[in-house]
């Protein structure tokens, strides 16, 4: 309840209002929850007609990559760029990473950051890996000098982590590299929205995520649908602001519905679409976002301007106009037609992918409450009782 409306409200007459009776045989050894009588029904559904998410998988999530000292292996793009230009064969241990931060929506949305990928001799043999310390050093000197004058710098701090391979540069032993360069769904290990993305690209989580090791774009599909959002904030252990805590061993028993094939099929194909809106839209918003700050000279854009296709075009030329550097002389006839003709390129395209995606993210959510065969009176009960930040407005 808001802190407003408990100030002014009467304890005795809210208990009133709202108390309800909760039976003795829901109290076991198993969790319990006190939700109210017609909640608990529609939960119990919900776990008869699914089966746990690992089973449904047929494989459990992997932890992403933890390094034991983010600030030597994981690098910006400038960092990489000199790593490689003093040594161009370094490239092949230097790799694309996602943090939590960037798994959004259907596609994540990678930030330019790179890690340096030395595994642990323990799974992997380089050149170095069947030699003494101070030889197996010396010959990592030698294959990878830029990097290790890199890693050197952090000797110290490396030496003394705890998740460390055979050797101190390397990291720690991990048996599954393999499973970030296939196709995978990844999710976040706290979760604030509905935010979980497919990839097929080689980018490699750190440990702010979960892998799914499957490319199943069904399961991509459930875990965006707004029933699944209901199940997860009553299922899942709660962090600040509502924020939801994605353990593996809670994630893996999420009870997801068993599609028809008929089902199956157009949710595959609607979630296909949904990725590509995103990632079009995705690489569209950085264009322009890249262009206003190099030839407007606006380096830190704002909420507005990096959410520039909800803008009108009048709203998108005032603020580059009020946000351009006085020095600059405003904009010119010539800017500001370009700018009109960026808008007309990029925002209007966008508004209408955006519109497609409602419509296809709503028939998502027919389909999902299909396969776990909910009434209507069972949807409207999923509706008034939802959660914070529901992927969708209610039909």
């Not at 893996?252 to 194909?269: D, G, H, S």
């Not at 370009?338 to 209408?352: D, F, G, K, T, W």
Request: proline residues 7%; glycine residues 2%.
């Amino acid at each position: 309840m808001p802190k407003h409306e408990c100030e002014n409200q009467n304890l005795t007459n809210y208990v009133n209002n709202h108390a309800f009776p909760v039976v003795w045989s829901r109290f076991s050894e198993k969790a319990w929850s006190l939700e109210p009588p017609e909640v608990e029904m529609l939960m119990q559904k919900i776990k008869q007609i699914g089966i746990p998410l690992k089973d449904f998988a047929g494989v459990k999530p992997y932890r992403g990559i933890l390094t034991g000292f983010n600030e030597a292996f994981l690098i910006d793009n400038d960092t990489k760029q000199k790593l490689v230009q003093a040594d161009p064969k370094c490239a092949e241990i230097i790799k694309p990473y996602l943090r939590g931060q960037d798994i959004k929506r259907w596609s994540p949305e990678w930030a330019e950051l790179w890690i340096i990928l030395i595994k642990s001799s323990a799974n992997h043999e380089w050149a170095w890996s069947k030699s003494d310390s101070e030889a197996a050093e010396e010959i990592f000197a030698q294959t990878y000098p830029s990097v290790y004058k890199h890693l050197k710098s952090f000797e110290f701090n490396l030496r003394k982590r705890q998740d460390q391979g055979r050797y101190w540069w390397e990291l720690r032993a991990c048996v599954y590299y393999d499973v970030f360069e296939k196709p995978k769904i990844i999710t976040q290990d706290l979760a604030t929205h509905s935010w979980f993305s497919y990839s097929d690209t080689n980018f490699y989580p750190v440990n702010t995520c979960y892998v799914w090791s499957v490319s199943d774009l069904y399961i991509l599909g459930w875990m965006c649908s707004p029933i699944a959002w209901w199940i997860f904030h009553r299922e899942l252990q709660h962090s600040i602001n509502d924020t939801l805590r994605m353990f593996r061993d809670q994630v893996e028993f999420l009870p997801i519905a068993q599609p028809t094939p008929t089902i199956r099929a157009e949710v595959e194909e609607i979630v296909s679409r949904l990725i590509e809106i995103t990632k079009t839209n995705q690489a569209n918003s950085r264009e322009v976002c890249q262009w206003i700050q190099s030839t407007h000279n606006i380096p830190k854009l704002g909420q507005k301007l990096e959410d520039f296709s909800s803008l009108s075009q009048v709203e998108f030329v005032r603020i580059i106009r009020d946000r351009k550097p006085k020095t600059s002389g405003g904009l010119s006839p010539k800017g500001l037609k370009e700018v009109e003709n960026v808008y007309q390129e990029y925002a209007i395209p966008m508004q209408s992918q955006k519109s497609e995606a409602t419509r296809l993210e709503h028939r998502l959510n027919d389909l999902i409450n299909q396969a776990y065969q909910l009434t209507p009176e069972e949807i409207e009960l999923m509706w008034r009782t939802a959660p914070p930040r529901m992927p969708i407005a209610p039909p």
